[in-house]
């Protein structure tokens, strides 16, 4: 068992440290709104691998895979929704981005639920499970789902440690940002690119 888990451990913290939609969420959103709401948008993020590891335990993701049509709907889903929340960004004004009104608009179940959502509606994230995680079993004639269930809690935990490390050191470098007059438009505009651009790529 540990054979396997040490690999796929050290290759899901690589995986994760890439530069990838996720780790830079949360570096915004730390940014924007500081390090406890960057961990509540980590929690979120992480809490869909939970929906993501049970599709690929009981063969949904494999379903979703063969069927294009579906496949497309699912990413036309999260694709709108990130378009809707880059839109709420830009309707929101960049003045009280800092001040403690604008942090406090944003709920940390807000910033869970949206996190929880933006991972949930991003089938790349199952399908790469698919492809990821049966590599690693180590027993691939035993019990395949409880086992998938073990690499799904690794993998959490160590993406869970690690954004929240992001978030911390995110909210280093808020304080120097903040001392700048423009940063709340620079930081609006931001997270409007970054959810637009987490869209494309959801989609091709």
Same mark, same amino acid.
């Given at each position: ?37 960057g ?10 691998i ?8 009981f ?23 990130? %378009? ?7 309707? *929101? ?6 001040? /403690?009104? !604008? &942090?406090?608009? #944003? ?17 790349k ?11 690693f ?11 998938f ?15 929240? %490390? ?7 470098? *808020? ?6 007059? /423009?940063? !709340? &438009?620079?930081l #609006? ?16």
């Amino acid at each position: 068992m540990l054979e396997q888990l040490i690999p796929f451990l050290t290759a899901s913290i690589l995986l994760t440290f890439s530069p990838g939609p996720d780790i830079i969420y949360v570096l915004v959103r730390s940014i924007a709104y500081g390090a406890k709401q960057g961990i509540a948008t980590a929690c979120g993020l992480v809490s869909g691998i939970i929906v993501h590891t049970s599709l690929v335990a009981f063969g949904v993701s494999a379903i979703i895979r063969q069927s294009d049509t579906t496949f497309l709907i699912i990413k036309i889903l999260g694709a709108l929704y990130l %378009l809707y929340l880059a839109y709420q960004v830009y309707r *929101s004004n960049p003045e009280i981005a800092f001040s /403690s009104e !604008g &942090i406090k608009h #944003k709920s940390l179940l807000s910033l869970f639920r949206q996190g929880f959502i933006m991972n949930v509606l991003n089938p790349k994230v199952g399908i790469f499970f698919l492809a990821f995680f049966p590599g690693f079993l180590w027993e691939p004639d035993g019990n395949t789902v409880w086992q998938f269930y073990v690499l799904g809690f690794v993998f959490m935990l160590q993406a869970l440690i690690i954004f929240c %490390l992001v978030a911390f050191a995110a909210n280093r470098i *808020s304080g120097w940002v903040r001392s700048y007059p /423009s940063s !709340g &438009i620079f930081l #609006k505009w931001l997270q409007v690119v970054i959810f637009i651009l987490i869209a494309i790529l959801i989609l091709i």
